[in-house]
């Protein structure tokens, strides 16, 4: 059976480049000779490793969800409600205000300005966000039900409330605002937790 030449390149690292091209310019803003040139491989590389843009944007995702908003999987662990929130907030300003990363998040940037080019790529970052809120809700919603929140407490709306925050952190990371700042910010939004 004939094989195909092993690859000249790290998958990995190269992802990894790619992640920060959408990062920084977002879905439309990357066009493929900035990403193979960041990537350090040819166009026939990149097809044959990840298959079309969007199927790369696709595999950037993933990894960003495991990487830099690896947060959210960890949030929603916590022992707490408030932890819950708290971790979330917090990750969200890390992520977003790391050193030698792009600032803000990648599923904000990506999605913002997309035209009719970039439609299936705002429709996956929409749910990939949606899949997140759904995941804290789901969190927030066990956590009312064990007495950890008052009996009142709508898990939707507070999930949203904590989403609209990270959300709004990393728009703010990704305008120059410093981290401190952004930390203020998270602990004026976590003065609001029901109690």
């Not at 959300?167 to 976590?190: F, H, I, M």
Request: proline share 6%; aromatic share 8%; net charge positive.
């Amino acid at each position: 059976m004939a094989r195909g030449r092993p690859r000249s390149f790290d998958a990995d690292q190269a992802l990894e480049k790619a992640m920060d091209v959408f990062w920084r310019q977002g879905y439309e803003g990357a066009a493929l000779s900035d990403l193979t040139a960041a990537m350090g491989i040819t166009k026939t590389s990149m097809y044959a490793a990840y298959g079309n843009k969007e199927e790369l944007f696709r595999k950037v995702l993933d990894r960003y969800g495991e990487g830099p908003a690896g947060y959210l999987p960890e949030a929603v662990r916590k022992p707490t409600a408030r932890a819950v929130a708290e971790h979330l907030l917090k990750g969200a300003v890390l992520a977003g205000t790391t050193p030698g990363r792009p600032t803000g998040c990648l599923a904000v940037q990506g999605a913002l300005a997309a035209g009719e080019a970039g439609e299936a790529a705002h429709k996956l970052l929409a749910e990939w966000r949606k899949q997140g809120e759904k995941r804290v809700r789901e969190r927030l919603r066990a956590a009312r039900d064990e007495g950890d929140l008052p009996p009142g407490t709508d898990p939707t709306a507070l999930a949203r409330y904590l989403f609209t925050v990270a959300y709004g952190v990393a728009v703010q990371a990704a305008s120059g605002v410093p981290r401190r700042q952004l930390q203020e910010t998270v602990e004026w939004a976590l003065r609001a937790w029901p109690s």
